[in-house]
Nanobody, 122 residues
Framework: QVQLVESGGGLVQAGGSLRLSCESS????????LGWFRQAPGKERNFVVA???????YYADSVKGRFTISRDNAKNTVYLQMNSLKPEDTALYYC????????????????WGQGTQVTVSS
């Protein structure tokens, strides 16, 4: 069983930065593909970025060049560095994990955290 706990969310002004963390308590962390998704009120949960076990990454176009995902297998933690934040980045951000290849589809991920709120003011 894999448990994921996100942290690092908060309120920031447009143009600012935040760093989200997601720590896993499960085994074999280094073999998992890890993803970040986000969900704004009244909207669907959308893919943001993912990193596989080889540190390969894939970004949604909306965050490319502004967000950076990284993983520290020694700490069982995945990070999301978010720069140049915009009001439209406001959402509940979820960390997710799956065994297998990178995927942008939320239903391909087996394990989910509870989410951390990111609010960007204009």
């Amino acid at each position: 069983q894999v448990q994921l706990v996100e942290s690092g969310g908060g309120l920031v002004q447009a143009g600012g930065s935040l760093r989200l963390s997601c720590e896993s308590s499960g085994r074999f962390f280094d073999t998992y593909t890890l993803g970040w998704f986000r969900q704004a009120p009244g909207k669907e949960r959308n893919f943001v970025v993912a990193v596989n076990s080889d540190h390969g990454t894939y970004y949604a176009d909306s965050v490319k060049g502004r967000f950076t995902i990284s993983r520290d297998n020694a700490k069982n933690t995945v990070y999301l560095q978010m720069n140049s934040l915009k009001p439209e980045d406001t959402a509940l951000y979820y960390c997710a994990a799956r065994m297998g290849l990178l995927s942008t589809l939320s239903n391909r991920y087996t394990y989910w955290g509870q989410g951390t709120q990111v609010t960007v003011s204009s």
